[in-house]
């Protein structure tokens, strides 16, 4: 286990992408459309883009530009999904190991609901968080996400 926060690598470059997709009744459909988006976007020259794009726009402008910047970019943003992988081999904490990996998702401005699909040890773990501003009924959401996915 490393000893100090320098110890830890990520091993991933992060950047958020806006997506566009369908609306779809059926969860595996929905998912099968989602993995085909966001596979064919991380083989397109857009994340190299934005990354330059972004960089571009730090080192040229104050804060106070950049931060309506990000405002504006995530207010366009209804729903967050992730397809950053967990842990591949077993990790111990203490002596013991791990059993769970939890994740949340937030986003810049305001992002009406977040979907977390993490990957641990051959086992998947979905987290949904929504906001109760955006989302008028946040107990029916989730009886009709677990629907889906049972």
């Known amino acids: 286990m490393p000893e100090k926060i ?23 459909t929905a998912c099968s459309k989602v993995k085909k988006s966001m596979d064919g976007l991380k083989n ?11 960089s571009f726009l730090t080192w040229c402008f104050p804060q106070f530009v950049l931060e309506d910047f990000t405002r504006g970019f995530g207010s366009k943003h209804s729903v967050l999904v992730s397809n950053v992988p967990g842990y591949i081999k077993p990790v111990t904490y203490g002596g013991s190991p791990a059993r769970k990996f939890f994740s949340f998702l937030s986003s810049m401005g305001s992002c009406a609901s ?34 889906q996915i049972q």
């Open 6 to 28: 320098e110890d830890y690598e990520a091993s991933n470059n992060f950047g958020s992408l806006q997506l566009y997709l369908d609306l779809e009744e059926d969860f595996e």
């Open 44 to 54: 397109s020259l857009l994340p190299i883009g934005t990354a330059t794009y972004m």
């Open 114 to 147: 977040s979907v977390c699909v993490v990957t641990t040890m051959n086992n998947a773990q979905i987290t949904l968080c929504s906001d109760e501003a955006l989302i008028e009924d946040i107990p029916l959401l989730c009886v009709l996400f677990d629907k």
